[in-house]
């Protein structure tokens, strides 16, 4: 947040910020405390990777590996789908996006610049299958991520905004759910 501020008042560069709030408390654990450098980069460009099974036994990238891209209150959700999806085979690595907006303007940047050779580079961050992604929010808003990766994407978020009840019953009812992202992550590598 603080990062975000600065840049309202970048003399060269001013940008704006957008903040999504939410009245859901999040459980901090699911975050390994790394190298607090290394955590500040990799919070600053707006996305970090929770869960990495690409090192684990039995895990095939291009075949049983998925991506998770959750945002906000959406992550525990993910975290769990890649729980419960390791009981079928499937490996799902989970990133925490935390700024869908910093993340697509990096990504644009690059393809702005690489307009010439019509290749832009992709991010650092390894793709190794299809991408999931997953909002309390539109769609919408992560719906590139895939096209970023250069990879299918399948993303799930709200739809429709016209019902109250519980997160978990929400949730459930708008198909963003650990189960529904379960699902998605079966249908992205067709299982």
């Keep these: 947040m603080l990062a975000s501020l600065r840049a309202l008042h970048d003399v060269d560069k001013p940008r704006s910020a957008y903040l999504r709030l939410s009245t859901v408390p999040i459980d901090q654990t699911v975050l390994e405390m790394l190298d607090r450098d290394v955590l500040r980069a990799q919070v600053l460009s707006g996305a970090c990777r929770l869960v990495d099974r690409t090192t684990e036994l039995g895990c095939r990238p291009g075949e049983n590996l998925?991506?998770?891209?959750?945002t906000g209150v959406m992550v525990p959700e993910a975290v769990?789908?890649?729980r419960e999806l390791l009981e079928d085979d499937v490996y799902a690595n989970v990133v925490n996006c935390l700024s869908p907006d910093l993340v697509y303007r990096a990504w644009q940047e690059k393809v702005h610049d690489s307009l010439s050779t019509l290749r832009p580079e992709l991010p650092v961050m390894p793709v190794n299958g299809p991408v999931v992604?997953?909002?309390?929010g539109h769609p919408s808003t992560?719906?590139?991520v895939g096209s970023m990766l250069g990879t299918k994407a399948y993303p799930l978020g709200v739809t429709r905004f016209d019902e109250s009840g519980t997160p978990t019953d929400l949730y459930r009812a708008c198909r963003i759910d650990w189960e529904s992202i379960y699902e998605a992550c079966c249908v992205a590598l067709s299982r």
């Design 80 to 82: 769990r789908a890649s």
């Design 142 to 144: 992560l719906a590139w």
């Design 66 to 70: 998925v991506e998770i891209w959750a």
């Design 133 to 136: 992604t997953v909002i309390d």
